[in-house]
Structure formats: C-alpha cells, structure tokens
C-alpha cells in the first residue's frame, strides 16, 4: 500500500514563536502522518478507520500552516489575486483581516481557516472543530491558522492567543499562502 510521507519544512527563525514550539509541533504532525498509515493497513477495523478523518485532516491541516512559514515573512502584495478576492468579498482586505483575527478567538480548540469555494468563487472563512469538523467540502484550503493549545501556550500562556495570532500574521509568507489561491 502506499504511504504517506513526511514533508520536511524550512522554517526560519520566527518572532515569538519559538524554534523549541515548533520542533515540537513537528513532532506532532509526524504522528499524524504516522497514524495516518497505520489506519489505512487496518483498514479492516471499522472503529479505527473512524479516526482516520481527524488523522489525516491533522496531517493536511498542518502542511499548510508550516508551509505558511517557509522562505520568511512575506506581505501580500497590493494587486495580488488573493488581496483582491478579499476585497471583493469583504469590502477590505483589512475587513477580511480583523473578521479572521476574530474567528481564530473563537473558544476551543481547532483551526481558522480560510477558503476558496470554486463552485460559487467565494472566499469563506471557518471554524474547523479539532481537524475535521467543520472542513468545508470541495473548498481549497487558502490560509490555515493553528488555534489548538499546543501551537501557542508554550510561547504565550492560554492568556496570549490573541499575541499569537498578530505574530502569526507577521511571519507569513504571503506568496506561500497564495499559491493555495489558484482560480
């Protein structure tokens, strides 16, 4: 059977995010492609292939928001197809901007996300309980922002989200994340 593969990811140093909280979040999207594997050679055993969605959702999930990362912070350019689908949308990308920041404060654990709805070519923005529940259905994932514990609490406490997210804004590589944008 093939297997998925552990993607290695070139992140750079990060601000306020630190290389010991990344390292171990890596570790953690490993078991996830580890798990994922696992689950598809049993897949005789209907109770565990119930765990597959979260697992490789939590694999997927992940490879976008490392990625997000790779080559540096990078702004979105001001004639960007992703920034004028956003303005488009939202009225603003500063709109778009502060109605995602609050969407990631939503309480739990899971994920902020941002797609692309081919079907009706919106953007969507959206709460992704845990890894799976929530994932719009044929939507492109565009933008992914990690809103579970472990991506932050070590770096910032439980009362820092709202840090975290200003720093994960400001280590994007924006033409990383545009490259999700493909219309």
Request: hydrophobic share 40%.
């Amino acid at each position: 059977m093939k297997k998925f593969e552990e993607q290695k990811f070139n992140i750079p140093k990060l601000k306020g995010i630190s290389e010991k909280n990344i390292e171990e979040h890596l570790k953690l999207y490993a078991g996830y492609v580890k798990n994922s594997n696992l689950i598809l050679e049993k897949n005789e055993e209907n109770e565990l292939q119930r765990r597959f969605g979260f697992e490789f959702n939590g694999m997927r999930n992940h490879e976008y928001f490392f990625a997000q990362f790779e080559g540096g912070s990078l702004s979105l350019a001001a004639g960007s197809p992703l920034k004028k689908a956003t303005v488009e949308e939202f009225g603003s990308f500063e709109t778009w901007l502060a109605s995602f920041k609050n969407l990631a404060l939503t309480r739990g654990i899971g994920w902020a996300m941002l797609y692309y709805d081919p079907l009706t070519k919106r953007l969507l923005n959206a709460w992704v309980d845990e890894q799976h529940i929530g994932q719009l259905n044929g939507c492109q994932t565009i933008l992914a922002l990690d809103m579970w514990e472990h991506a932050f609490v070590a770096d910032y406490q439980p009362s820092g989200k709202k840090n975290y997210i200003e720093d994960f804004f400001a280590n994007l590589n924006w033409e990383m994340v545009e490259r999700n944008f493909k219309i």
